[in-house]
């Protein structure tokens, strides 16, 4: 399959929200509807092929330190999409405390009211539990185990209304034809549902996207994802990871190329490498590494970062062991790629946390838009990137005017045309 390279812009690249310390930008202006579609308005303009919005299902005190997305993404896409042409827009929704007939009807909804438009990042979460009764997370292969089961009654449900369905007999008052409407009568280890779905399903089944790294992650991707976003620090890491995905892939029936590796990407952009480096250093205030040494906690208790100085190598008594990370419950790649950082030779405590707090474990660059250029060429003519999901950086208007146009020079990405969001990105369809 022949296609260029696709962008997704990050909600977090929204203007209010990566500038509220800025002394003009309010709450309200972080609330504001209208802000929020203006921006959808110019990523489109722009030229990205959809806007992601995250979400995490609970108070996070370090998050919050940050505005977060005020709204809850679904709820906010339903009001975007009429605020936008063709867009496309990727909200997440968790397997381990949702309910697959209340999540099916949403997205079929989404999927009409937008033609085509809205994808589902699909997560099984790495913290909120006790937000849904439980005293514990689920295992993680447990929790893929659950999402396998879930997805499979999200399909069963939006085929089990077919729109064909829907056959507006007037002469005959008949308006569907229930004969086409069938239960799916499933019972499984973690759902009992009977169905039918009592709205029509989608026309094919709207894009799913995915961002698992570990084992199971990896073979819950290869066999149900279209787009996979992935945090990979640097192109070594990110060619071992497309290269186990796309085996994965292969080895559950699907052609390699069917799928998208968008890795996340942020840019520190300068006219040279000072000015670029200066761009980036605005960012880094002894705050932003406080919250960062509260971060890398999140990821993993393990890390006893709290009462070193700065400036000094982080003695390996004070970090996790491989064995440590293996053994937790809850998210494991990103704790994995902050520890690398921390055994790099000569490494201080300083060094790593910037790097969490600015690049939270993504490929970043810091250098002209020319070299941001090269780069990103070079990833993806590697086949380590299809694409990428673009953060903030030193500002996504500086990424949209200085380096989207070079890679339009170079024949690399080109605004797309489609409407619906599985063409905009080259996908094959998936009923």
């Known amino acids: 399959m022949t296609r260029g390279l696709r962008l997704v812009a990050s909600e977090h690249a929204f203007g209010p929200i990566a500038r509220w310390r800025e002394p003009d930008v309010t709450p309200a202006d972080i609330t504001d509807l209208d802000q ?31 505005p977060r997305l005020p709204f809850d993404p679904m709820t906010l896409t339903a009001a975007l999409i009429g605020r936008t042409e063709h867009l496309g827009f990727i909200t997440t929704a968790s397997t381990t405390f949702g309910a697959p007939f209340h999540l099916a009807r949403s997205l079929a909804s989404l999927d009409r009211l937008s033609g085509g438009r809205v994808a589902w990042n699909v997560v099984t979460s790495f913290t909120g539990e006790r937000n849904f009764g439980l005293d514990g997370l689920p295992a993680p292969g447990q929790r893929y185990a659950r999402a396998q089961e879930f997805l499979d009654v ?9 729109q064909s369905a829907v056959v507006d007999d007037k002469a005959g008052g008949r308006y569907v034809d229930v004969s086409q409407v069938r239960s799916i009568d499933h019972v499984g280890e973690y759902f009992s549902v009977s169905g039918p779905l009592d709205k029509p399903g989608p026309a094919q089944r709207p894009v799913l996207v995915q961002a698992g790294s570990s084992p199971a992650g990896i ?11 992935v945090a990979v620090p640097d192109l070594e890491q990110a060619l071992d990871y497309a290269g186990r995905l796309r085996a994965e892939v292969a080895a559950a029936g699907r052609a390699p190329d069917s799928l998208l590796v968008m890795p996340g990407f942020r840019a520190f952009l300068g006219r040279d490498d000072a000015e670029a480096r200066r ?16 971060v890398v906690l999140r990821e993993s208790d393990h890390f006893q970062l709290t009462d070193l100085e700065l400036d000094v190598p982080i003695p390996a008594s004070h970090l996790p062991t491989d064995a440590d990370l293996d053994a937790s419950v809850g998210r494991r790649s990103r704790a994995q790629i902050y520890l690398r950082w921390a055994r790099e030779p000569g490494a201080t405590l300083r060094h790593v946390l910037e790097r969490i707090a600015l690049e939270h474990g993504h490929f970043a660059l810091t250098a002209t838009p020319d070299a941001v250029a090269d780069e990103l060429e070079r990833w993806f003519v590697a086949g380590a990137a299809d694409g990428f999901m673009v953060g903030y950086g030193s500002g996504i208007a500086q990424f949209v005017d200085e380096v989207m146009p070079l890679l339009a020079e170079r024949g690399l990405w080109k605004p797309p045309t489609d409407h619906d969001l599985r063409g905009r990105l080259g996908l094959p369809e998936r009923g």
């Open 36 to 66: 929020h579609a203006a921006y959808a308005q110019w990523v489109e303009d722009a030229g990205f092929d959809a806007l992601f919005y995250t979400d995490f299902l609970g108070f996070d005190p370090v998050k919050q330190l940050n």
């Open 154 to 162: 999200v399909d069963a449900l939006w085929a089990s209304y077919p």
């Open 219 to 229: 073979a819950f991707a290869a066999r149900n994802a279209d787009v996979v976003f």
């Open 279 to 294: 761009a980036r250093s605005r960012h880094v205030t002894p705050d932003v590494l406080e919250k960062a040494r509260r």
